[in-house]
């Protein structure tokens, strides 16, 4: 019988999270990406930026979150979530700032061949939970217009669509999001 948990990200958790990141992407946006572009992500260079996520966040309000499955014989990590203070990166275009009680999910990953064991809500939870004890109101998070896994699974939770979007430039290759949001503040539901 398998056990799942969330925990705060360790240093020794970034190399599995660049892992994960690379193989979700790699298989969660095949059809959004050209694939040159995701063929020559970096695992290396991913895992040296979440080890400076984790051993120097911009602030005590930005988190690293992993998700864990514990079995009867070997635990693994199967997911990650990023959070912290809305800043640009969080804006649609010419956008004003948002408020500093905004929270911007800027990851939450599940690894494929994980998912469909509750390890999402669970990761979702502990960060509503990080967020209203640092005092965030609202969360927001942008989603791929064409990733409807996750938009049905925020969706499922309460978030919703709050008018904003953008459309990245990858390659020459627009590829459109929308931001969704949610209230985390006091007795609220948000996951």
Do not use: C
Not at 101 to 125: K, Q, Y
């Amino acid at each position: 019988m398998a056990l799942g948990f969330v925990r705060p990200a360790r240093p020794e958790d970034a190399a599995e999270i660049a892992r994960i990141q690379l193989s979700t992407w790699r298989t969660a946006y095949r059809r959004m990406f050209p694939a040159h572009v995701l063929e020559n992500l970096d695992e290396g260079y991913l895992a040296r930026g979440w080890t400076e996520a984790i051993t120097a966040p911009p602030s005590g309000r930005h988190r690293v979150l992993i998700a864990v499955e514990q079995g009867d014989s070997a635990s693994h990590v199967v997911g990650f979530a990023a959070s912290g203070p809305a800043d640009e990166q969080a804006l649609a275009p010419e956008e004003k700032p948002l408020p500093d009680d905004v929270a911007a999910v800027t990851d939450l990953l599940i690894e494929p061949r994980w998912g469909r064991r509750g390890h999402g809500s669970r990761m979702l939870a502990a960060a509503v939970d990080n967020w209203r004890d640092d005092g965030f109101r609202t969360a927001v998070a942008w989603v791929y217009d064409a990733d409807a896994a996750m938009r049905k699974f925020l969706g499922s939770t309460g978030w919703e669509p709050d008018g904003a979007s953008r459309a990245l430039d990858v390659d020459d290759l627009l590829v459109p999001q929308i931001r969704l949001h949610v209230a985390v503040g006091g007795d609220q539901p948000a996951g």
